[in-house]
């Protein structure tokens, strides 16, 4: 176990709930690749998802929350890299 996944959310907004569901997903499918899954309470409208210290989601720079599915592909590119996601990595027909 290595990656460490830090949550940072803001208390202000009630987002303890969503970084909270989120936190329990990647656990849920890298629980062999996690060593650690913070959650860090912030303020200002805060959503952050960092990686080893590397930031892979800010909900301002993005314009919104990550949906599950791309979240967990930027946690494997990190931490996992070869390992396949199964249904989270077929693309869906358009």
Excluded at 3 to 20: D, F, H, K, M, P
């Amino acid at each position: 176990m290595t990656g460490r996944v830090s949550i940072e959310y803001c208390t202000q907004c009630n987002w303890l709930l969503r970084a909270g569901w989120m936190a329990q997903e990647l656990l849920s499918t890298f629980g062999q690749e996690l060593g650690e899954v913070a959650l860090i309470p912030g303020t200002g409208g805060i959503f952050r998802v960092l990686v080893d210290d590397e930031l892979v989601w800010d909900r301002k720079e993005r314009s919104g929350f990550p949906e599950i599915t791309v979240l967990k592909q930027l946690v494997r590119d990190r931490v996992s890299p070869d390992r396949d996601l199964g249904h989270v990595d077929r693309v869906r027909p358009s």
